[in-house]
């Protein structure tokens, strides 16, 4: 019975969701989809690619 009553307090205090959740804000939600589309994201084939790129 304790664990059920722990349920329904963490229901209530996370305004119904079973578990904690962080709601993400505008600037996320835009970061978000940018990398959804692939905005500004740079792919290589290999690491010895990305690597030369970088100047390591």
């Known amino acids: 019975m304790k664990n059920i009553n722990m349920l329904?307090?963490?229901l209530i205090?996370?305004?119904?969701?079973p578990a904690h959740m962080h709601i993400p804000n505008e600037e996320t939600?835009?970061?978000m989809?940018?990398?959804?589309?692939?905005?500004?994201?740079?792919t290589y084939a290999?690491?010895?690619e990305?690597?030369?790129?970088l100047g390591i």
Not at 13 to 17: F, L, P, Q, T, V
Not at 35 to 41: E, F, L, N, S, Y
Not at 50 to 53: E, Q
């Open 8 to 10: 329904y307090n963490q």
């Open 13 to 17: 205090c996370e305004d119904g969701r």
């Open 29 to 31: 939600e835009r970061i």
């Open 33 to 42: 989809k940018e990398t959804d589309q692939a905005v500004g994201i740079t």
């Open 46 to 48: 290999n690491t010895d």
């Open 50 to 53: 990305m690597y030369k790129d």
